[in-house]
């Protein structure tokens, strides 16, 4: 695949949970490899159905879904939730192996190095590997369950507000540890976040969902950008960048006025 | 319980009458030692105990293995509600006379009766369990691609653990209902016989001690399943 061609291309998708109006209506987007394309909007606007529809949990009313995965692998979607899906009865190590569990053809011992590799990506040591997830702070059990759905390897990851729960520190580290890893895996992510700042800190695009569309999009370019694909992977230099807080004034103005009416 | 032995005995001491109605802790004690001394309470211990664990064993084995599978069916679950339901409201006690003419009055109709007396609430509990795991460990397994064999294998067993351990404290005590049930209707041996043998000969001291071997058997039965709870549950008490 190259680096033009879209991983993800949705066309006119439409979603209702029953109602007369449209949860989804029409909704366009298009994601390249490398890209981190966030969605703000207010509450109840549709933005967490639009993920549950990409990852299959729900189905479309019409309009088509387009995953080109390089692989060719079943599973090339990632999924982090705001609360974790970790299994309270396994250990770290149990939860982590998850995918070699379910893909019996994986190698062991490439998924438990790969599985070493993101400990020491998200800085956590070797004790935490046979802890129960109850043992772990809020910050470790969101950077286990990241690890978890990274260990599928999946070329799109799906995050649904997985930092809103976090203290303010735990946040900012943890952005800056995932967008560093995105990057360097040339993942694609599509984050869903009310935080305007966290869209701007992490994202390549942002975009106002509302009336079930993805209503206007934001081109995000940060002086420490490396590429224009390529996420901030300094997430807390950009925070401090001029261009930073244009890009949250622009957002801000466009979603105030939305929020509105 | 030290309070209620101590007004017992103080109640019946030195009344013959008295101790012939109530007994008094004194003659249960010795009724106690003369039927261990004999061989008969331990005998008949032995007797109910592999009755009811057996039964036991038979009803929440089978009862968790329906009740978690009807997971893969709600279909299924709802046309077979009913009966699990019919089974759970039919008091032992009528059944028992058919169940003694239909395996006869040794161990195998007492099995039968603590299996029947377990097997509903196993269903039950294990089903709650499977149809109560979280949605999000679901979605997990949804989006991972997991096969429904992976969901039920690798989620709803395990997060159903806990129902049916809360199924098996619950049948401990009912198996052991089921089992005295049928040496109390017919039998040869077992703390039912023993019991309604000596309620016949108006033996207060020896019923005493049956119930109070009963008690006992009930309490370490239930401390094993303790154990193996928490050997099961780690991951919560940790």
């Known amino acids: 695949m190259n680096a033009s061609t879209p991983l993800l291309t949705i066309d006119s998708l439409c979603f209702d949970f029953g109602q007369t109006e449209k949860t989804v209506d029409s909704l366009e987007l298009s994601v390249k490899k490398g890209e981190i394309v966030c969605i703000l909007g207010a509450s109840g606007c549709g933005k967490t159905t639009v993920l549950n529809l990409i990852a299959g949990l729900l189905k479309p009313k019409s309009g088509t879904i387009n995953l080109q995965s390089e692989s060719g692998k079943k599973n090339s979607i990632g999924y982090i939730f705001q609360s974790d899906p970790l299994f309270p009865w396994r250990t770290v190590e149990g939860n982590l192996m998850l995918a070699f569990d379910l893909n019996k053809s994986l190698d062991r011992n490439k998924a438990k190095e790969m599985m070493q590799q993101y400990l020491s990506a998200f800085h956590l040591n070797q004790q935490v ?29 799906l995050l649904d507000e997985p930092f809103s729960a976090l203290d303010y520190y735990t946040k900012l580290s943890l952005e800056e540890e995932f967008c560093q890893l995105v990057r360097a895996k040339n993942k694609s992510a599509i984050l869903v976040t009310h935080d ?3 869209a701007v800190a992490m994202g390549t695009r942002a975009f106002i969902m509302s009336g079930g569309k993805l209503a206007k999009e934001f081109l995000i370019r940060l002086e420490s950008s490396t590429t224009q694909t390529s996420s901030n992977a300094n997430v807390s230099v950009a925070r401090g960048s001029e261009e930073f807080a244009k890009h949250y004034r622009e957002i801000w103005s466009e979603l105030k006025s939305i929020i509105s009416g | 319980m030290i309070a209620f032995v101590i007004v017992w005995y103080f109640y019946t001491f030195g009344d013959k009458q008295r101790q012939f109605i109530f007994s008094s802790p004194d003659k249960v004690l010795e009724a106690l030692e003369r039927t261990i001394k004999s061989g008969e309470l331990l005998l008949n211990c032995q007797v109910t105990i592999t009755e009811a664990v057996a039964g036991f064993l038979l009803g929440t084995t089978i009862g968790a293995i329906v009740g978690l599978s009807l997971w893969y069916s709600r279909l299924i679950a709802q046309l077979s509600k009913p009966y699990i339901t019919a089974l759970a409201t039919v008091p032992i006690f009528a059944l028992a006379p058919v169940i003694i003419s239909w395996f006869g009055i040794d161990i195998y109709s007492k099995i039968a009766l603590a299996f029947l007396s377990t097997v509903s609430v196993a269903i039950v509990q294990s089903y709650q369990g499977a149809m109560s795991v979280e949605k999000r460990f679901l979605r997990l397994m949804q989006v991972a691609g997991a096969t429904r064999w992976q969901t039920f294998k690798l989620v709803v067993v395990p ?10 404290k619950l049948n401990i005590g009912l198996a052991l209902m089921g089992a005295f049930i049928g040496e109390f209707i017919s039998s040869e ?4 016989n023993m019991i309604v043998k000596a309620s016949g000969l108006y033996d207060q001291a020896t019923v005493f001690a049956g119930v109070i071997a ?17 050997r099961l549950m780690r991951w919560k008490t940790s």
């Open chain 1, 196 to 198: 305007i700042e966290e």
């Open chain 2, 214 to 230: 009963l008690i006992v058997i009930a309490l370490l039965l239930t401390f094993v399943i303790e154990q193996i709870e928490t």
């Open chain 1, 129 to 157: 590997l046979s802890k129960y997830p109850a043992q772990l702070s809020g910050g470790m059990r969101q950077r286990v369950s990241i690890i978890q759905s990274l260990m599928f390897d999946p070329d799109l990851l």
């Open chain 2, 189 to 192: 041996h077992g703390l039912g």
């Open chain 2, 159 to 168: 997060s159903s653990i806990i129902w049916v351990l809360n199924a098996m």
